[in-house]
């Protein structure tokens, strides 16, 4: 069904479309300002879709895993062996303990994953739970589309729903907030991240989308803040409610560890989502503790088994013994000897730096990633085969209709379920925005 829709949804845009709805991407992605670092957020004329099917498979796997990567978090707080798998800097390991004044450890977070099996099966290769962005690009890119004219004609034949994600976004910050404060009250949020950053539009949609909702919102540079009474301010403007999107090593590194946003989240003067504590789960070797069968003991049935499905097999790189595929293996030898079915990654970075895609390496290049390896924590993780679908664009003013790989990114509401979901595409198999894959 999926299939010929895409046919039918392409031949309406060969017959005649194509022309008129490029100029309303264009026009619109102008208009709204949906860039991310002066880049169009999208190129294609077509959405990605989803059956009702895949959605809910996806939704009720991500529960599930959501359930055993909290699980680990609660583990990772009270064994300092199971912390010290995550590989904590000296600073982290200062602020991952402070109490944040609610229970989720990241309120709104994105799980970036892959269909395989033909779409009977999920796989969940990263877990944003710092900082994730997409979801207000994902919501308006959603009204572009609607609006599109290929689609006025399509939707005559075909039902489609969007999945919004920015309410759960809000729905998440203000639930923290409530937690916090103990008071049913309006906070004053204060988007917090660098002037300067590439999803500085993305705050911008944020900021009025909240204004919308009637709250008092304000996007502000945390070097332009004080800590002074009590109270965190940006000049006039009191914070009650920080959203978050500043990354937190930036934030040490530049503003110190008692710079003033830091300080006053310890000290209760404002609530932050999400907070410190998301350290935890952010580092990408929390998906070792998952799939690690020295913590076995830590999960349920049901978390084992959403594990073995769903987390692809996963370590920190180390000089140890482990399992594979039912056997012992030595793990650096291993990874030296398999480099065609592996990816190495960084612990804690992001845009795709730092990643080796082993099937795509050379010997060399290998062999470098090793032993950066070797100097910082790095993960390895199992190849996913990279799922694709064909999509249009306009390309010299024809119409052009190729492949292109795509993974399945759902937003996380209240650290517990699935709400919207983003899609990033790509003709490389590092698929991300910053590298240069566009979202859909």
């Known amino acids: 069904m999926t299939t010929s829709a895409i046919a039918r949804y392409h031949d309406l845009l060969a017959g005649g479309l194509a022309a008129d709805s490029q100029d309303w991407l264009e026009e619109q992605i102008a208009r709204r300002d949906l860039t991310f670092g002066g880049r169009p957020v999208c190129t294609v004329l077509r959405p990605r879709w989803m059956t009702a099917r895949e959605y809910e498979l996806c939704r009720a796997r991500a529960a599930v895993v959501l359930r055993a990567f909290g699980t680990a978090h609660r583990a990772a707080l009270a064994d300092k062996s199971v912390r010290a798998q995550l590989r904590l800097t000296d600073w982290e390991e200062q602020l991952v303990t402070v109490d944040p004044g609610f229970a989720a450890a990241s309120p709104t977070s994105r799980l970036d994953a892959f269909f395989v099996d ?19 690009y994902n919501d308006a890119l959603s009204e572009v589309f609607e609006q599109m004219p290929v689609m006025r004609v399509f939707l005559r034949e075909h039902h489609l729903r969007p999945l919004p994600a ?70 006039d403007f009191e914070i009650s409610l920080i959203y978050k999107r500043v990354l937190i090593h930036e934030l040490v590194e530049r503003c110190g560890i008692d710079g003033p946003v830091i300080r006053a989240v310890r000290d209760r003067a404002v609530c932050m989502v999400n907070p410190f504590s998301c350290k935890l789960l952010h580092k990408k070797a929390s998906l070792a503790v998952l799939s690690d069968e020295r913590n076995a003991r830590l999960f349920g049935a049901e978390e084992r088994e959403a594990i073995d499905a769903c987390i692809p097999w996963t370590r920190v790189v180390e000089e140890r013994h482990t399992m594979y595929d039912g056997r012992e293996i030595d793990l650096l030898r291993f990874i030296r000897d398999n480099r065609e079915r592996l990816v190495l990654k960084p612990n804690d970075e992001y845009g795709g730096k730092g990643i080796v895609l082993g099937w795509e390496a050379t010997d060399a290049e290998w062999e470098a990633g090793l032993a950066a390896a070797s100097e910082e924590p790095y993960i390895v993780q199992e190849r996913i085969t990279l799922p694709s679908e064909p999509y249009p664009s306009v390309i010299d003013g024809r119409l052009e209709v190729f492949d292109r790989m795509l993974d399945t990114a759902p937003f996380v509401s209240d650290g517990a379920y699935v709400e919207g979901c983003m899609t990033r595409l790509g003709t490389a198999s590092l698929l991300n925005v910053t590298a240069g894959g566009g979202s859909n």
């Not at 033909?118 to 207000?136: D, M, Q, S």
């Not at 809000?170 to 049913?184: D, I, K, N, Q, T």
């Not at 009025?208 to 965190?232: T, W």
């Open 118 to 136: 033909g779409g009977t099966g999920l796989r969940f290769t990263e877990y944003n739970a710092e900082t994730p962005a997409g979801a207000a």
């Open 166 to 235: 920015r309410s759960g976004v809000l729905r998440s910050l203000l639930g923290a907030f409530a937690e916090w404060s103990g008071a049913r009250e309006r906070p004053r949020i204060a988007i917090l991240d660098w002037r300067e950053v590439p999803t500085f539009s993305e705050f911008v949609l944020y900021e009025r989308y909240f204004a919308e909702q009637g709250l008092e919102c304000r996007i502000v540079d945390p070097r332009e803040v004080e800590y002074r009474d009590g109270v965190l301010r940006d000049g």
